[in-house]
């Protein structure tokens, strides 16, 4: 059996040199770069379908893929984010802590953008986390290496652009479904909008996000209210 040497990046910081069988390797590369394809067209076309396939190669010539077991984090408060994520499998969250409490802020699947969007900016650290629910395959997406694509590529600065506006609407969203809504048209909205948390996320988790108890929300499930 053939035995071939090659160079495999598993993370970001690290580098590891391992042996493979040369066709279990090709195999494995088709089927990476299937997911990195799927991965970016399916990010894209959820902001900017419009996006030639010209400027989807520049962004997936960039990212750098991670694989991540459930429960480890992305990121950790304290540190300062310098990728946005691209999610290619399974689901992720952002928590922080408040006295003492784990609330959870967003939920991340297949086809979502995460971005601590003032720790990127500012290159501050974030008060963030992020968590895998699911074991994951992730996309880095360097952002200092995305900026200078989006100078010279209209498609990518218009593509940035809907990100950082669909963050802000969602923001927006969220505070206003917290002010106004109860809590059973909280469950009701994330039911209608993303029903993959509710099949995929622990109550617990859902709970948190709709900042309600598991008790409230054990009782807007079952219809008592």
């Not at 590891?16 to 076309?45: C, H, W």
């Not at 950790?76 to 006295?99: I, L, P, S």
Request: overall charge neutral.
């Amino acid at each position: 059996m053939l035995i071939t040497y090659h160079l495999i990046r598993f993370d970001i910081n690290q580098i590891f040199y391992t042996f493979v069988p040369g066709n279990s390797y090709r195999n494995q590369r088709t089927i990476m770069d299937t997911l990195l394809k799927e991965t970016v067209d399916a990010t894209v076309n959820s902001r900017y379908p419009g996006m030639a396939p010209e400027g989807r190669k520049l962004i997936e010539d960039i990212l750098i893929r991670k694989e991540l077991e459930k429960g480890e984090l992305l990121f950790k408060e304290g540190q300062v984010c310098h990728h946005m994520v691209f999610v290619g499998k399974g689901m992720m969250r952002q928590f922080y802590y408040k006295n003492g409490k784990d609330v959870t802020e967003h939920f991340s699947y297949e086809g979502c953008v995460i971005i601590c969007i003032e720790s990127t900016l500012k290159q501050e650290p974030t008060r963030l986390m992020a968590e895998a629910l699911e074991p994951c395959t992730v996309y880095l997406l360097p952002y200092d290496k995305f900026m200078r694509l989006t100078e010279i590529s209209w498609e990518i600065n218009m593509f940035y652009r809907k990100i950082l506006e669909y963050s802000l609407i969602v923001s927006q969203v969220k505070a206003d479904s917290w002010r106004f809504e109860t809590a059973r048209e909280r469950y009701n909205m994330l039911m209608h909008t993303h029903p993959e948390v509710i099949k995929r996320a622990p109550l617990s988790h859902i709970a948190s996000y709709l900042l309600m108890t598991p008790e409230t929300l054990s009782r807007v499930r079952s219809g008592i209210l």
